[in-house]
């Protein structure tokens, strides 16, 4: 085998083994935050960039987890369901940008958290 060709040969298997580790490799830790009839349950949380929050409804009415500003949510638009979620049901949402985001329910405005994500 020529040194070119196995040049290349090395430099495909490089970068199959890349993209085997990058599918394989975890997202990140996954946290539960609970919704229930007094609000967020924890409503101040710290994680990583990649985490995961997964919103669960454990309350008997349906909720809106969002960003602030409400009604809008576009501080960060893309943390947004765009849905209520009923009674029992979860949405989870991948933190991808570092900062601090405040958020609250979309139908009870008056019930709210802060999430920081750090690098």
């Given at each position: 085998?020529?040194?070119?060709?196995?040049g290349?040969?090395?430099?495909?298997?490089?970068?199959?083994?890349?993209?085997y580790?990058?599918?394989?490799?975890p997202?990140?830790?996954?946290?539960?935050?609970?919704?229930?009839?007094?609000g967020?349950?924890?409503?101040?949380?710290?994680?990583k960039?990649?985490?995961?929050i997964?919103?669960i409804n454990?309350?008997s009415k349906?909720?809106?987890?969002a960003?602030?500003i409400h009604p809008?949510?576009e501080?960060?638009?893309?943390?947004?369901?765009k849905?209520?979620?009923?009674?029992?049901?979860?949405?989870?949402?991948r933190?991808?940008?570092?900062?601090?985001?405040?958020?609250?329910d979309?139908i009870?405005?008056?019930?709210?958290?802060?999430?920081t994500?750090?690098?």
């Amino acid at each position: 085998m020529n040194a070119k060709v196995f040049g290349t040969a090395i430099g495909i298997g490089v970068l199959a083994a890349f993209f085997y580790l990058y599918k394989a490799a975890p997202p990140g830790d996954t946290i539960d935050v609970h919704f229930t009839e007094a609000g967020y349950a924890p409503a101040q949380l710290i994680l990583k960039k990649g985490d995961t929050i997964k919103f669960i409804n454990d309350s008997s009415k349906e909720f809106w987890p969002a960003s602030n500003i409400h009604p809008t949510h576009e501080i960060y638009s893309e943390f947004d369901p765009k849905r209520a979620l009923p009674a029992g049901d979860s949405w989870a949402f991948r933190f991808t940008r570092p900062g601090v985001w405040r958020f609250h329910d979309h139908i009870a405005p008056e019930f709210t958290g802060i999430i920081t994500v750090q690098e």
